[in-house]
């Protein structure tokens, strides 16, 4: 069965880094297109980044072009987030996606705090 699992948050002074990792199994890995999405508190989840099978990226967040990259290593079926110049407005809880023969599938989130 398709397995996500996200770590790599933490707490983090305002203007640090962070890089997430999401672990995937279940799945032929390389391809398919991973995504990373984020719940901030009070707020709907969002789409943060996309990187295809062919690790074309985007990033669908305005304020996180320039900042954030997305990555993967298809040896390792991992995904990668990393974070630089961090905010407060970057907190809440970054989870890794995958759409899988017709269902979304989730990872149980990582928590992203950005404070002094």
């Known amino acids: 069965q398709v397995q996500l699992v996200d770590s790599g948050g933490g707490l983090v002074q305002p203007g640090g880094s962070l890089t997430l990792s999401c672990a995937a199994s279940?799945?032929?890995?390389?391809?398919?297109?991973m995504n990373w999405y984020r719940q901030a508190p009070g707020k709907e989840r969002e789409l943060v980044a996309t990187?295809?099978?062919?690790?074309?990226?985007?990033i669908s967040v305005r304020s996180a072009k320039g900042r954030f990259t997305i990555s993967r290593d298809n040896s390792r079926n991992t995904v990668y987030l990393q974070m630089n110049s961090l905010s407060p407005e970057d907190t809440g809880v970054y989870s890794c996606?995958?759409?899988?023969?017709?269902?979304?599938?989730w990872g149980q989130g990582t928590q992203v705090t950005v404070s002094s």
């Open positions: 996606s995958v759409f899988v023969l017709a269902r979304r599938y």
């Open positions: 279940g799945f032929v890995f390389s391809n398919y297109a």
């Open positions: 990187i295809s099978n062919l690790s074309s990226t985007t």
